[in-house]
Each structure stands twice: as C-alpha cells, then as structure tokens.
C-alpha cells in the first residue's frame, strides 16, 4: 500500500531564511505527488504537483519542490520565508488502485520575525 | 465562482444525535471525498464516492454515512454509533487527480 511519511512534526525558521520540508513516498510506479496547504481553521490548498517530466515543480507563493526517484522524495522548498508562510503543510500521494490520495502527517511550519 | 461549500463553519451537537454535514461543489468533478482531521493526525478518510448513487467506506467509515443523490452534492451523517465526532470535518472534490478542498466544518459534540 502507498504511504507516505513527512519525518518533521514541526519546524521553526526565521523570516527570510529557506526553508525545507521532507516528504518520502513508498510506491512502486511513477508516483503523483502533491503538496497542499493549509491557514489553521482552513480547507487545503494546492500548492504543486508532479506527474511527470521536469523532476523540479514550480508552485504558487514561491515554493518549489523537487522529485527524487532514487531517494523516494519529494521535499519542498522556498528559497526566502514570509510570516504569511506559517501554516501545516501536508505531501500527498495518489494511489490508483484505491483512487484516493494518501497523505503525510503533515509538517507544522513556525516563522520567527 | 467555482468552488466547494461546506455548511456550517462551526456545529455544536448533544451526545446521542446524528448530525448531518453539507457539501456542495460547482466545479462539475465526479469524485467526492469526506476527511476527518484531529490534532497531530493529519487527514483521515470516512467516504468516498467515483460518481453517483456509489460510494466506498475510507479508513475511518464506522459511525458515519454518506448519499449522493447529485453530482454536487454530498452530504455526511455522523451518527450516535460514532464515539468520538469531536473533530474537523473536510470535503474535497477531484478531477485528474487533484483534489480541491471546501473551508470545513468543526464539529463540537458534548
């Protein structure tokens, strides 16, 4: 079965350093892989996804992230955080069979000012 | 505006009555899912449904029923069989794999 596993519960970074939150999937093909935001009391938002191609995905509010074939990753970065960055931040994986997306745990990102 | 609705934003509820959660999308998606979502455990799946009048238990689906009569529409009971509904409840709906969310409802049940 499809897993997906987010190893940081909760990271702290100063406003304008970078910042990186890892995501390792177990899945035997090529993967669709996803990550999603989310403001607390909110819904999720899309930030990126892979299909195929161009192993580096670019996303909304700056953040990109890159896959990993080799290391069955797909970690996220942002070269420069904002306070408005501060959020939980979920990696997810579609899982064909079953039809559905299987997601991380989630990573609780804290910005210092 | 397209776009997934979750009514109410916040449910308050008496132990021992089910309680109904609405979803609504206009985005013409086949697929429909419901999540639960407790502190530090991320996003759980109750139901889901491919297309109409079908739908598949998730990892969570005891204490919980779902219908879907339309295309838009697909509402969650919690029952009084569920022994913990206290949670954030989520409602996503998909095409080509990507899966758009509504705001969610928290559900206090006391």
């Known amino acids: 079965a499809q897993s997906v596993t987010q190893p940081d519960i909760h990271i702290t970074v100063s406003e304008g350093a970078s910042l990186e939150l890892r995501c390792n999937y177990s899945y035997g093909a090529t993967p669709y892989l996803f990550w999603y935001v989310q403001s607390p009391g909110q819904g999720l938002q899309l930030l990126l996804k892979?299909?195929?191609?161009?192993?580096l995905v670019q996303g909304i509010k700056g953040f990109e992230a890159e896959f990993k074939r080799s290391q069955s990753s797909f970690n996220l970065r942002k070269p420069s955080v904002h306070w408005s960055d501060a959020a939980e931040y979920f990696c997810?994986?579609?899982?064909?069979?079953?039809?559905?997306?299987?997601f991380g745990q989630g990573t609780r990102l804290t910005i210092n000012p | 505006d397209g776009g997934i609705t979750q009514s109410p934003k916040y449910l308050f509820r008496k132990e021992g009555q089910n309680v109904t959660l609405s979803c609504e999308q206009n985005l013409n998606h086949d697929a429909m899912y419901w999540y639960r979502q407790d502190p530090g455990q991320g996003l759980r799946l109750i139901y889901y449904?491919?297309?109409?009048?079908?739908?598949q238990k998730g990892d969570i689906a005891e204490g919980y029923s779902v219908s879907r009569e339309k295309k838009e529409s697909f509402p969650l009971t919690v029952t009084s069989a569920q022994k913990n509904p206290t949670a954030f409840y989520l409602c996503?709906?998909?095409?080509?794999?990507?899966?758009?969310f509504g705001p969610g409802t928290r559900l206090t049940v006391t």
């Open positions: 892979y299909f195929s191609g161009d192993t």
């Open positions: 449904s491919q297309i109409v009048n079908d739908f």
């Open positions: 996503a709906s998909s095409k080509n794999y990507e899966q758009y």
């Open positions: 997810a994986v579609f899982s064909p069979g079953a039809q559905k997306l299987v």
